[in-house]
């Protein structure tokens, strides 16, 4: 078994290598909506998948050129491709039709650069596919 190294992950947003953002980390919920199913003839809870509910995290440090604005990253920006790179491996996690959520700035005068933490929801989840 091989276990590839987290290092080396980064998000895409559009074809071309120009397009590449490289960031100190991301985070997946993939997730699925689930519809309770419970009936009498089951002594407990039952729930059914309905749909892919994607929600996602991305935190980089601020570029002063590729910085979210300028990439169109905004609050309730639509995205329509983000591909996450699993970290040393040669595959994707692609997030389709997703909205970006918030953008949070932090700037700590303590010893550390300005930081961004986007987040987004929805869409639909492509696993383990090949790069854009």
Not at 9 to 34: K, P
């Amino acid at each position: 078994m091989s276990i590839p190294s987290g290092n080396g992950g980064f998000i895409q947003l559009a074809t071309g290598a120009g397009n590449i953002q490289h960031v100190s980390m991301w985070t997946g919920n993939w997730a699925n909506r689930l519809a309770e199913v419970t009936n009498s003839g089951f002594a407990g809870s039952q729930y059914a998948p309905t749909l892919p509910d994607p929600s996602w995290s991305i935190s980089l440090p601020r570029d002063d050129t590729a910085y979210p604005e300028a990439l169109g990253i905004t609050p309730g920006a639509f995205l329509a491709n983000v591909w996450f790179k699993l970290g040393a491996d040669s595959k994707y996690d692609k997030v389709s039709a997703t909205t970006v959520e918030a953008v949070q700035k932090e700037c700590n005068s303590a010893g550390d650069v300005v930081r961004i933490t986007i987040t987004g929801k929805g869409g639909s989840l492509t696993l383990n596919t090949t790069g854009p």
